[in-house]
């Protein structure tokens, strides 16, 4: 059996399948980003996720687990993690461990040259030339992650508040926030500081809203988004031969056609954008497959795609 494993900021899944690649159980569970749980805290999470996932079959064999965790890239994060759930997790015979973000580029690309940009609360990048992954961006929301939900979200915020005050133009960006937190603008402090970087990134979506209704500072956040991504995919370029350039998109930010259609507006023909038929746990699979030795292509897909929970 084969277990893939997607952790997030928001929610981590995780499903068991065979070797055919048929999804045998699924889990969802809270986010346990290692950048703001911590590696050992963010494994003991995921090592008890992995034991819930398997609580019909604790002791079946495992032949390979891959676990694509938000944070989890950094080389000494990346050493304690695996140390952690290998001590945590004896039954699995192979386990590897990198960036969530590899989900995502195995989802789309497979083992080919290609880059993958993940855009949901925070934003990423990596390039895979050769074997060789390279990151660019994916600081944190403390230094970096333009383009994401964050981001995003805190731009909506600080549009609203500035109306609100009078620092800055009208827009009805305003009344959409106070619509969706309950209460006026100067009782909302607390709750959304309570709240943290998943509240204020669940505000991005009231940029699209607004902006689809011709609101000029939401079509003006909406455009910085754009152009951020497209920096990231086109920074990646750099490190690939080249064109046609292979861009595996992830996160809940491509969910939406005016962020697509601006990025790719932005960068041109080189540029292949592909958004995976399944979800990035998928990828997790496919690289558990991989490490196992076993044939991850189309029917392992096929299998995969049926027996999937919708």
């Not at 889990?27 to 346990?32: E, Q």
């Not at 609580?55 to 304690?80: F, I, K, L």
């Not at 083992?111 to 050769?130: K, L, P, Q, Y």
């Not at 079509?219 to 861009?247: F, N, Q, R």
């Amino acid at each position: 059996m084969l277990i893939g494993i997607d952790v997030g900021g928001t929610k981590n899944e995780l499903v068991l399948c065979d070797n055919s690649g048929r999804v045998l159980n699924r889990l969802l569970a809270p986010g346990s980003n290692a950048s703001e749980f911590g590696a050992e805290t963010a494994s003991q999470r995921v090592a008890g996720q992995v034991k819930e996932l398997m609580a019909d079959c604790p002791d079946a064999p495992v032949d390979a687990m891959y676990a694509g965790m938000a944070g989890g890239c950094a080389p000494r994060t990346r050493e304690s993690i695996h140390r952690i759930l290998t001590e945590t997790l004896p039954g699995v015979r192979r386990i590897e461990n990198g960036s969530d973000a590899l989900n995502g580029l195995y989802a789309c690309v497979g083992a080919r040259d290609g880059m993958v940009v993940i855009a949901g609360t925070g934003t990423s990048a990596f390039v895979r030339r050769g074997g060789r992954l390279t990151q660019v961006g994916g600081w944190g929301y403390l230094i970096d992650d333009a383009g994401g939900g964050y981001a995003l979200g805190r731009g909506v915020l600080n549009a609203a508040y500035r109306d609100f005050d009078g620092r800055g133009p009208r827009t009805m960006l305003t009344d959409m926030a106070v619509k969706r937190i309950g209460m006026p603008l100067d009782e909302a402090i607390s709750p959304l500081y309570e709240g943290g970087k998943r509240t204020v990134a669940s505000f991005a979506l009231l940029a699209f809203e607004a902006a689809d209704l011709g609101d000029e500072t939401a079509l003006s956040l909406v455009d910085w988004t754009c152009g951020e991504l497209a920096l990231l995919i086109a920074t990646c370029a750099k490190h690939l031969a080249a064109a046609p350039y292979l861009v595996a998109l992830s996160g809940s930010i491509w969910k939406s056609d005016r962020v697509r259609n601006g990025v790719k507006a932005r960068l041109g023909g080189d540029y292949q954008l592909l958004i995976a038929d399944l979800p990035p746990v998928f990828g997790a699979a496919v690289a558990a497959a991989e490490l196992a030795g076993l044939d991850s292509g189309e029917a392992f897909h096929d299998a995969f795609k049926a027996s999937y929970p919708a």
